[in-house]
RNA sequence: GGCGAGGUAGCCAAGUGGUAAGGCUGGGCUCUGCAAAAGCCCCAUUCGUCGGUUCGAUUCCGACCCUCGCCUCCA
């Protein structure tokens, strides 16, 4: 049983998956590095996508590129190379980026200039203009007729005639009949240089809005499950969506729309308008591993603002760590004691572990279900030292592990990768030393390993080494 | 001005009309030749302020204070 807060009805809802849930998010705008408060809405989805397949249901998912807009077409004029050329080089990021924080790709990730989409979104424009939803201006522009679809502000809940005192004409739009109507096709114009696509209208370039209209439809139908993005984009992006897909197919275009609140730095907003910002490969230049950013992406719910720090992440770091030691102490339990039994979990000591699974599934509680992981952390370790778990439940507690892992993503990847043959052979020396114990030469040996880059840590049967950081 | 989110220990953060999950930090203990690491234990008479309802409120109602976001391209 999930239940999904609704930013269309302002309440938490039902949600009952058909045999295939359909979904859409909206992806990066390519003319930059996205940052990690974008990153932080791909984190969510991922997460929302992941628990949803855990708990039995297909997924079928499409993220958008956005590579024509006036940020891209900008970029590419600056630095004299073709828009193709520009966005390449940043869509080829973003997929580095989300690889490095474990984020499953979409089934699609459809660019707004592939040539099928451009054909859709003109088809789009073409029925809106047919239907009296839209108008072609002066320009040659064609703009959305919000005045033809009364439902326009729903999602944002927005009162258009309120709105309309605060909105300032730009002077290049003049020509539209209301100034809340948005460009649907935008003529073609100086700045956009060699940028641009025959239409029924004249040359121009797509606006943005019928971008993720036309691709979402076009690749998952006229109606869509779960509809994600960032909170800044209920209104205008979001409502325009709605009015535009609405208009032509005649049903609803999206049952559920979740939105996550932003990221903030240092108590603001995370923007690049405002220049405060960390990019992924930022992060891991500096040290940070994109499992440690993800966990702190992950660990905040996803309609609260996140607040990040370097104190957050150094928090996540440590965090994980613990998990990284407890998921080796039960499989070092198991390859002592092997145990191929798998039976379901149901209960850890006091703690019952489906509550993972049943914290998430309520809006995606990943706070709740964060503690249910610990407190069964703690209550096998409790367990274990007093021998008192079996192990058929070890087992069973690990393969739980895994199930919720498949759902985070937040593991270790490997140990600790090759220990070179120079370290190898120190560590043997050592252990002859220490047979014998001889302590100054055990910590003499201790130090030039450390030397060498690892770390020493004396148990009572072997030495593990740790890589630093 | 309109719409919205939030104020819970040093930091992050769940939660409930019946007396405060979890993580990080800190302290103690265990283990240990030492060190490191790890594990266990402890750490909010109190939930922005002031009123009200109630046997009882952090949780419901009202007022107020503060922080932040959207209303323009933005996850």
Redesign the pocket.
Known sequence: MFYFYNTLT?EHELFTPGPIIRMYT????VYDH??I??F??YVFEDLLQRHLEAQGNRVERVMNL?DV???TIRGARREGISLDKFTARYKEAFFQDSAALRLRPACATPAATDPENITAMIAMIQVLLDQGNAYVAEDHSVYFRIASFPRYGAL????RD??RS??RMKHDEYSKEEI?D?ALWKAWDEEDGDVAWQSPWGKGRPG?HIECSAMATRLLGPHIDIHC?????????HEAEIAQCECVSGTQFVSLWM??????VN???????AGNFYTVRDLRQQGWSGREIRYALL???Y?????F?L??I??AR??L??ID??RT?LEEYLANVPSHTSFSLEKCGAVNVRDFFTALD?DL?I??A??V???V??ES??LL?QNALLPTEVRALLDWWYKVDSVLAIASDSLDGDIPEEVQKLVALRQEA?FLKN?DE??RL?DTIAGLGW??????SEQKLVRQA
């Not at 993005?229 to 992006?237: A, K, L, R, S, T």
């Open positions: 302002r909206c992806g990066p705008t996205a940052h408060g974008n932080r809405a956005t807009d006036d940020k944002a809940q927005v009162d309120a709105q605060t909105l809340a948005f943005w993005g960032g909170v800044d984009n209920i209104f205008p992006h939105h996550c609140a932003h990221l903030m108590g603001m907003k995370m923007s690049k308008s660990s905040v719910h309609r609260m603002p996140l607040n720090t104190e957050g150094a928090s440590q965090a760590h613990r030691e407890w102490r309520d509680n706070s709740a964060l503690g992981l610990f407190e952390i703690r370790h409790r030292d220490r302590w055990s910590d201790r770390s020493i840590k004396d148990s009572k």
